[in-house]
Each structure stands twice: as structure tokens, then as C-alpha cells.
């Protein structure tokens, strides 16, 4: 596939990017092997491979809902500079 200069400049533009003049030529030359790239894609022959399983057609897990504390005390205050009674103890900010 051939790109010229004003699809480039159009693709910039449809994109909002300023594409300065000086940059089109190497552009449309990108452009151009990525195209090349997508039709090399889809010359490989897909026939026997499964589709692969999307996020939309697994179920997630479900678990029951409950309140806990994670049973992460220690490892939250693990680097608190001061804690007591499983909790942060802060400096008092409002007399």
C-alpha cells in the first residue's frame, strides 16, 4: 500500500498532530512499513487456533461479601512509626 504526502498530512490533521512539512517523508515512510506490517498479519493462517477467551466472555469469581479486616494488621503497621492497639497513632492535630 502507497501513501502520498496529503494522505499524511490528512491522517495529521484528523488526528490534530501538526505535522510540520519536514516530517511527512519520514512519517509517510513509517506509515507505510506499519501498513505493510498489517497486511503481513493477515496472511497468516489462523485456521486451527482457538480464539482466544476475552474479559467479556469469562465469569469472574464471585465471593461472598463480607466486612473483614484482611487479617493484614501486622503487615500494615509494619512500617508505621508508632502504632497501639493494632491502629496509627498520629500526632493531634485539632486542639
Known amino acids: 500500500m502507497s501513501l502520498d504526502s496529503a494522505t499524511v498530512k490528512r491522517v495529521g490533521r484528523l488526528a490534530r498532530l501538526k505535522v510540520p512539512d519536514e516530517k511527512v517523508e519520514p512519517l509517510r515512510?513509517?506509515?507505510?512499513?506499519i501498513l505493510k506490517f498489517i497486511d503481513q498479519l493477515s496472511e497468516v493462517n489462523t485456521d486451527a487456533v482457538e480464539p482466544m477467551v476475552g474479559s467479556g466472555q469469562r465469569q469472574m469469581p464471585m465471593r461472598e461479601d463480607m466486612i473483614t479486616d484482611g487479617n493484614y494488621v501486622s503487615d500494615v503497621l509494619a512500617n508505621a512509626p508508632e502504632s497501639a492497639q493494632n491502629m496509627f497513632v498520629v500526632p493531634k492535630v485539632v486542639e
Open 29 to 33: 515512510a513509517d506509515l507505510v512499513r
